[in-house]
């Protein structure tokens, strides 16, 4: 059992929005929060925030300030990342993470989800 | 935000080799400082957490120390499995941060 599952790959118009999902399993996911990295090709790894699935409490990177949502279902252990206004520059793989309690540390990883901008 | 800092942007390296990569953060992040191993085409992969700990199925050839500033991961003989993109991570702030990774390759 993969214990962060995200969607597929997607392909947006600038403008437009994203919303991508990962569905955890293997854990209870109220326990720990969610934390969203993105990296573009050839480029290291860009943190976006963090979102406590519990209480739906968010802490945003402040460059995503405005254009990132992050979001959950807990009936179904899914937390969702939802990024607006979308520009060429957004084009990237977009990971969710479990951030482990103790030491806020990315202890399992989702397997990536591609996201390109283009018109 | 806590700005991570990690020395040198590459490295050629051999098998067998010991091998040091430095990280340093723009403020004192005590021992919040994780490290991660990302292969082409993967998700990252957690090696060290708190500075210095080993995470659970990690060889023993990985160690990390530091405090405060300045940090270091090390590799104590390079295997063939290893040359990967290494990144640092503070978690002392809770706005994270990650440094700019270091490619380690094959001489």
């Known amino acids: 059992q993969v214990p962060l599952v995200q969607s597929g790959a997607d392909v947006k118009k600038p403008g437009a929005s994203v919303k991508v999902s990962c569905k955890a399993s293997?854990?209870?996911?109220?326990?720990?929060?969610v934390t969203w990295v993105r990296q573009a090709t050839g480029q290291g790894l860009e943190w976006m925030g963090w979102?406590?699935?519990?209480?739906?409490?968010?802490g945003y990177a402040q460059k995503f300030q405005g254009r990132v949502t992050m979001t959950r279902n807990t009936s179904i252990s899914t937390a969702y990342m939802e990024l607006s206004s979308l520009r060429s520059e957004d084009t990237a793989v977009y990971y969710c993470?479990?951030?482990?309690?103790?030491?806020?540390?990315?202890?399992?990883w989702g397997q990536g989800t591609m996201v390109t901008v283009s018109s | 935000d806590i700005q991570m800092t990690q020395s040198p942007s590459s490295l050629s390296a051999s098998v067998g080799d010991r091998v040091t990569i430095t990280c340093r953060a723009s403020q004192n992040i005590t021992n919040y400082l994780n490290w991660y191993q990302q292969k082409p085409g993967k998700a990252p992969k957690l090696l060290i957490y708190a500075a210095s700990s080993l995470q659970n199925g990690v060889p023993s050839r990985f160690s990390g120390s530091g405090s405060g500033t300045h940090f270091t991961l090390t590799i104590s003989s390079l295997q063939p499995e290893d040359f990967a993109t290494y990144y640092c991570?503070?978690?002392?702030?809770?706005?994270?941060?990650f440094g700019g990774g270091i490619k380690v390759e094959i001489k």
């Open positions: 293997g854990y209870t996911f109220t326990r720990y929060d």
């Open positions: 991570q503070q978690s002392y702030s809770p706005l994270l941060t």
């Open positions: 979102m406590n699935p519990n209480t739906g409490n968010t």
């Open positions: 993470a479990r951030l482990n309690k103790y030491n806020r540390n990315c202890d399992i």
